[in-house]
């Protein structure tokens, strides 16, 4: 099976800067596009950036310019490096395939304080 384990959240004043990992099982990481993902309190979850195989990324419009998606196959790892935080990123943080189709890790917070 399958497991997703985020990491590197916490709590930030806007402005700050915080660094995301996304650490997968298995050998299927380097041949998927995978993606970051975001819940906000009482919102559904939603996408925020993306990353193909061969490194290709794209953004939702609201973090481009200040979040960088990038990964390292060797290490079955995914990041997300946040610059420029508001409070409305504000959100648990997860990673997944672009088609959302192995097992949703715990994610992690991120609070960004006003």
């Known amino acids: 099976q399958v497991q997703l384990v985020e990491s590197g959240g916490g709590l930030v004043q806007a402005g700050g800067s915080l660094r995301l990992s996304c650490t997968a099982s298995?050998?299927?990481?380097?041949?998927?596009?995978m993606a970051w993902y975001r819940q906000g309190p009482g919102k559904q979850r939603e996408w925020v950036a993306g990353?193909?195989?061969?490194?290709?990324?794209n953004y939702v419009d609201s973090v481009k310019g200040r979040f960088t998606i990038s990964r390292d196959n060797a290490k079955n790892t995914m990041y997300l490096q946040m610059n420029s935080l508001k409070p409305e990123d504000t959100a648990v943080y997860y990673c997944?395939?672009?088609?959302?189709?192995?097992?949703w890790g715990q994610g992690t917070q991120v609070t960004v304080s006003s």
């Open positions: 997944n395939t672009v088609q959302r189709d192995a097992e």
């Open positions: 298995g050998s299927f990481f380097r041949f998927r596009s």
């Open positions: 990353l193909t195989s061969n490194g290709i990324p």
